[in-house]
């Protein structure tokens, strides 16, 4: 189960890399891709698209990373495996779950927009 999910996020992440136009056609239609941020312009459609790009190959390290543990040590249930995936896991999501820094809200130049709602 573990494996299928991962294999199917790697699939995503070569997506990312190769073919960054059909994820932004994705995010596109469901609301919150370039065509809805308000990104008209090649330069900065380009700019997202390399934005893709590098995720992409983040997911692609990481998902390979984890399905080497997940069909070798885990499968063979060594204890250190699961202890090895635990504390990522414990810290990445309530990073996930609040959303970005508050050091992003105290932007204090004119003409840069503040994350801050009013």
Not at 30 to 43: H, P, R
Not at 58 to 77: D, E, K, N, S, T
């Amino acid at each position: 189960m573990m494996a299928t999910a991962l294999v199917g996020v790697l699939g995503y992440a070569c997506l990312l890399v190769v073919r960054g136009g059909v994820p932004a056609e994705m995010f596109d239609r469901l609301g919150f891709g370039m065509t809805a941020s308000g990104i008209v312009e090649a330069a900065g459609r380009a700019h997202v698209l390399l934005v893709y790009g590098v995720l992409g190959a983040v997911l692609i390290g990481w998902m390979a990373l984890l399905l080497a543990v997940v069909l070798g040590p885990l499968r063979r249930r060594e204890p250190w495996a699961c202890r090895s995936q635990l504390p990522s896991a414990y810290r990445w999501s309530p990073c996930a779950c609040v959303g970005p820094p508050r050091t992003f809200r105290h932007n204090r130049r004119p003409g840069i927009t503040s994350l801050r709602t009013r």
